[in-house]
């Protein structure tokens, strides 16, 4: 079987009517690879058809949205990465290479490779294919300083890597900001009051009318409801 978004659709799809979670699931974290993304959209359609009124949401990965921005902003030293890369592969033994699923991986391989700079120089006199690919003196000067300063391109890097951050903002939606109010190890430290905060802690009202099914709860939330003038952290106080 191909791997497909659309198959690997049917395949999740299947599991799930198989072990009769349906109604039961509410979103889908993947990468944000194009066969994903696909795989999401399918998901969407067959889960929201089933699903009351909690709409079905699809969600990228931080962690690799994190490597994509690291990986981009890498990019401004990417011809000296590579040759690098080709560098090590030719020392059989060299356990450093950079892996593309790991951006810190990068960080391993330009330590090894300066650690290891004066056998390089030495195979490259009787190795034309070393030679080649050896870094020139400035270029092993700045990455040195890099692995042992941390200074080397810093704020071109960081704002290669924050320009791609970026591009992921607008997929956040009310779903994402009421799970990190809900996570006990945030709440609401991340957020500033506002319009986004005050109808995230609306939804969740919601949701606590709709669902709670203890009389006590149904009754705190009602009253809720009925009072405007209640503060965020009197609500979640009457929750408890």
């Known amino acids: ?3 497909t978004g659309v198959n690997i659709a049917t395949a ?3 599991i799930l009517v198989e072990f009769n979670l349906m109604d039961k699931t ?5 990468d944000n690879t194009s066969a994903m993304l696909v795989c999401g959209r399918t998901l969407a359609n067959n889960l929201n058809k089933e699903l009351d ?3 079905f949401h699809h969600y990228w990965c931080t962690a690799h949205v994190l490597n994509l921005a690291a990986h981009h902003g890498l990019e401004i030293i990417d011809q000296e990465i590579g040759n690098i890369r080709s560098l090590m592969s030719k020392l059989k033994n060299s356990p450093e290479l950079d892996i593309a699923t790991r ?3 990068t960080y391993y391989m330009l330590k090894k490779m300066i650690r290891m700079q004066g056998v390089l120089r030495m195979l490259a006199i009787n190795h034309d294919d070393i030679q080649n690919l ?3 003196a400035e270029t092993l000067s700045k990455i040195e300083d890099y692995i042992k300063n941390n200074k080397f391109n810093q704020y071109m890097l960081a704002a290669s890597i924050s320009e791609k951050i970026k591009e992921y903002e607008t997929i956040i939606d009310d779903a994402t900001t009421v799970a990190t109010i809900l996570d006990p190890g945030t709440k609401l430290s991340l957020f500033e009051i506002g319009y986004r905060t005050t109808k995230a802690i609306d939804q969740i009202r919601e949701i606590f009318d709709k669902y709670s099914t203890s009389d006590k709860l149904t009754h ?3 009253n809720i409801v009925k009072d405007d003038t209640i503060t965020t952290c009197d609500y979640f106080c009457e929750l408890k």
């Open 134 to 136: 050896m870094p020139k």
């Open 1 to 3: 079987m191909r791997h």
């Open 53 to 55: 009124s909690q709409a």
């Open 220 to 222: 705190v939330s009602s």
């Open 103 to 105: 951006w810190n991986s």
């Open 12 to 14: 999740i799809n299947n």
């Open 26 to 30: 509410l979103a889908l974290t993947t």
